[in-house]
Structure formats: C-alpha cells, structure tokens
C-alpha cells in the first residue's frame, strides 16, 4: 500500500510538472487560434513559425547570444571552480559566498544594476549588452556545477602526475580537465537553458533594434500570442530533451553502459 502511495504521489509531481508543457505541444497542433477550444488538427502553426520572421530572427538572436553565452560561461566557470578548489581556508570561503551572491540575487535586482552599468560607462544596449550580462549571470552556475566533480577526484592524482614530470597545464588537460568533464557537461547545459530562457535580465539589457525570444513573446503578450510560437516551443523541448539524453549517455561510466 505503501509503495502504491509513493508512485501515485510520484505521478502527482511529474504531472504537476509537465503537464503545462503537454497541454503546449498539443496544442501546437490545434486548428485553432484560441486556446481553450479544440477545433481538428493540423500542422499549419509549423509551417506558420517557418514563415514568421519575427519569430525566427528573435529566436536566432536568443540562440546565438545562448550558445556565446554558454561557451564564455563555461570555461570562465570552469577555470574559477579549479582556482576556487585550490585555496586555503578563508579565502575560499569569501570566494564562494561572492560566487553566492548572483545566484541567490533576485533576477530584477540583477537586471537593473546591468542596466545601470552600462549606461555609467556609456553603452549602447544591444547584442553585446545582453551577451554580457548573460555570461556574467550564468558563470555562477557553471562554478557550481564543476566543483563538486572536483571534490569528488583524487587529490592525489595531479600531484602524482606532476611528481612524475608533468607540467601544470599538462596535468590540467590530461588528468584535471577529463576527471570534472561530466560537471562541465552539466554546467554548460544548465548555462545554456538559463541563458534561452531569460527574460528578465535580456529585457533591461537589450536595445537597438536586438530582441531575444522572450522578450518577443512578452510584446505580442498585448496584442495576443501567435500560435507559432507553441509550435516553436514544442520545438525547443523536443530539442533540449534530446540533448540532455545525449549528454547523459555521454557522461555515464563505462561499466554502466556496458550493463545497459
């Protein structure tokens, strides 16, 4: 009874969970604009999305400043997790409490200091602006994601390999960088999605004629939300799904794999 309880509870939680996006994907396939009412099913809101370029030129700005973003992000996180690992004491206390600081920092908090920086020092709001700031609010992460890989690899290793002639950067590539790879996955997957899905931080930040994807959708918000945009949505869960699942099956150990 107990177990029947504690699935049944499991199938409440993953419902409350996917289940908003469910409703999304079939309603991709809607026939109708509104979204309370089934009206037959078609794939015209597919073919819609590859014809608006509103959508597809905000959704190629959100990708590409995702894909810059993660890529800066993830090895500034990286190189700072490695420095991090290796103080003493109380100086990578403090260095962690500062690592703290914009993860637990409120996204408008965040959003409207970035804004007022970059006016002090006289920047345009544009792509390079929101790139910025998506770099400099996602690395924390990254940071995160990598140092518990870290603690879990030998200590011993890098100081055997460097007894034994190594140098620092050798030792770096061969033996530090492959023990933490599945951390680093991880990090630059979750800067990735964080990066995609900011509105905030991308709405006070951007200008020039540069809109992200979310703050694209925020502005039909008034007019009425084109159902392209499900279909697009649809799209990109798909697309971030299979990449996790890649990402897992990369990083398993080997024995695992075998086992599976």
Known sequence: MVKKLQKFYLFLVFAFLYAPILFLMVFSFNNS????????????????????????????????????ATIFATLLGTFAAIGIYYM?????????????????????????????????????????????????????YVVLAVLPKLKQMSISLPEAAMDLGATPMYTLRKIIIPEIKPGIFSGAILAFTLSLDDFVVSYFTTGNGFKTLSVTIFGMAKRGINPAINALSTLMFLGILILLLLVYRTSKDPDEKRRI
């Open 33 to 68: 604009k509104l979204k309370t009412s089934w009206n037959g099913f078609t794939f015209k809101w597919y073919g819609e999305l590859f014809r608006n370029s509103e959508i597809l030129s905000s959704f190629y700005n959100s990708l590409m400043v995702a894909v810059l």
């Open 88 to 140: 003493k004491n109380w100086k990578k206390s403090i260095a962690l409490n500062i690592n703290y600081i914009p993860v637990l920092n409120p996204d408008i908090v965040t959003a409207i200091s970035l804004m007022v920086l970059f006016k002090v020092v006289s920047m345009e709001n544009g792509f390079l602006t929101v790139l910025i700031s998506h770099i400099m609010f996602t690395t924390p």
